[in-house]
């Protein structure tokens, strides 16, 4: 009976044991899906931040997507943006919030944005870079200055006892900082935290894009400045030496000697290479500046208007001219003819003197864009310079310094191509010389 007995309890000890296993591995089973579908729902958060950050052209669109996001996911009620001041390095409120609750955290969001805050929670982000996290303001309210402390009895009167903030990157330095804030104590989950980095990260992109877009208007209104500056002060004075030459030429002519004539030849020639220059200079500026006239345009009728503006260079280099079928595009005619004079008159320019020019204007395949290829059989670029050869003043080694010319031209070029969405670039020509390539979307 005693074994009978034994057999019993050991059995059901191993019963008992099995069932506590089975119900500690369900119990695994369902942390392990709760982390995995916590991950998962992280990883959605971030991504959909980043969807938005990548749309945004301003930074306020980008924080209200983050903030909405943010609290939607913690099922915070609260969250809100501080920017900083680039001039002074302080903080200021961006004015972009979420309030779940607009009348109950009215007053919260009220002092928030007083002129001369300093919120602590975001200060301390700003001044360690990192993010911070407070379980319970109570367990702090006494490290807090007074304007800060003020802030957070008012949102402890709203009911805000615990909060967390992130700094906006761009390299290593604040941009702002997002703040979040939610009833009752939470405590910090690294693995959250670290999503939250990675949004500030994101966030500060949409910062350095906007600060470059900002810069760039900045930059494109001091050259039109400079624009102004060289077609009227530059300009003038220009014209009065001008002037001068030529009357002290028409007056003293026959009491010149040859070497004095030589030498008013040379000032001559120095003002309108001057003058040049100057006017390459503004086309080169509204290239980038001037709106661009959008319209259906038949390439074939912008070269052919090229070619008339070269007839003279044409016909005194005995150059030889084929052009091919070529496609409608959507462009501002204007720029773009000038793009195919420069083209055009660079192809019949270097070229050897005992050379005839000849140049080819063709389509080529490229998919959904229009290709169209200026081929030459010139001097040729070094494949070593051929970006250098679209710079601004650009003079390149060789044979082409022997040539005149302002070194703007295919600056210009390069500059409304780039603004019309496309690309011009320059490869060998298999029989000698150059082939310039643009590629234009189509209409």
Not at 33 to 39: E, I, K, M, S
Not at 109 to 137: M, N
Not at 341 to 346: F, M, Q
């Amino acid at each position: 009976m005693t074994d009978v007995t034994n057999e019993e309890q050991r059995l059901r000890e191993q019963l008992a044991a099995e069932r506590e296993a089975r119900h500690e591995a369900e119990r695994l089973a369902a942390e392990n899906a709760r982390l995995l579908y916590d991950r998962q729902d992280e990883l959605e958060l971030l991504e959909m931040v980043a969807a938005a950050s990548n749309e945004a052209t301003a930074i306020e669109p980008a924080l209200g997507a983050a903030i909405v996001h943010v609290c939607a996911h913690m099922r915070w009620p609260v969250g809100h943006a501080y920017l900083v001041d680039p001039a002074t390095g302080a903080l200021r409120p961006s004015g972009v919030w979420y309030l779940e609750d607009e009348e109950r955290y009215a007053a919260f969001r009220e002092v928030s944005e007083q002129p001369g805050l300093v919120p602590w929670l975001p200060s301390r982000v700003l001044r360690t870079g990192e993010t911070a996290w407070v379980s319970d303001v109570d367990e702090v309210t006494d490290i807090i200055e007074a304007s800060g402390l003020h802030r957070v009895r008012v949102g402890q009167e709203a009911g805000l006892r615990a909060g967390f903030a992130f700094p906006m990157l761009v390299g290593n330095r604040p941009a702002g900082v997002l703040e979040f804030f939610t009833g009752g104590q939470a405590v910090a989950d690294p693995g959250l935290l670290h999503i939250m980095d990675q949004i500030g990260v994101q966030l500060g992109r949409v910062v350095e894009r906007e600060r470059a877009r900002a810069e760039l208007e900045r930059s494109n209104a001091d050259l039109e400045a400079f624009a102004y500056v060289a077609s009227h002060d530059l300009a003038e004075p220009l014209r009065s030496v001008a002037g001068f030459v030529a009357l002290l030429e028409r007056q003293y002519g026959d009491r010149l000697d040859d070497r004095a004539r030589e030498f008013i030849a040379y000032a001559v020639d120095g003002v309108e290479r001057m003058q040049r220059m100057i006017d390459d200079l503004l086309l080169y500026a509204r290239a980038g500046t001037t709106d661009l006239r959008l319209e259906r345009v038949d390439a074939a009728e912008l070269v052919a208007g090229a070619l008339r503006d070269l007839g003279t260079a044409v016909a005194e280099r005995g150059a030889t001219i084929e052009v091919g079928a070529l496609p409608v595009l959507r462009a501002d005619a204007g720029q773009l003819q000038r793009v195919f004079l420069n083209l055009l008159g660079n192809a019949i320019k270097y070229t050897a003197p005992d050379v005839a020019p000849h140049v080819t204007v063709c389509e080529r395949s490229a998919g959904d864009d229009a290709e169209i290829a200026v081929a030459d059989n010139g001097i040729g670029i070094d494949p070593a310079q051929v970006e250098r050869a679209f710079e601004m003043f650009a003079r390149l080694p060789g044979r082409a310094a022997h040539y005149q010319g302002t070194g703007l031209g295919l600056a210009i070029s390069r500059r409304i191509v780039e603004r019309h969405g496309g690309r011009l670039w320059v490869e060998p020509n298999a029989g000698g010389g150059s082939v310039f390539a643009l590629r234009l979307p189509l209409p």
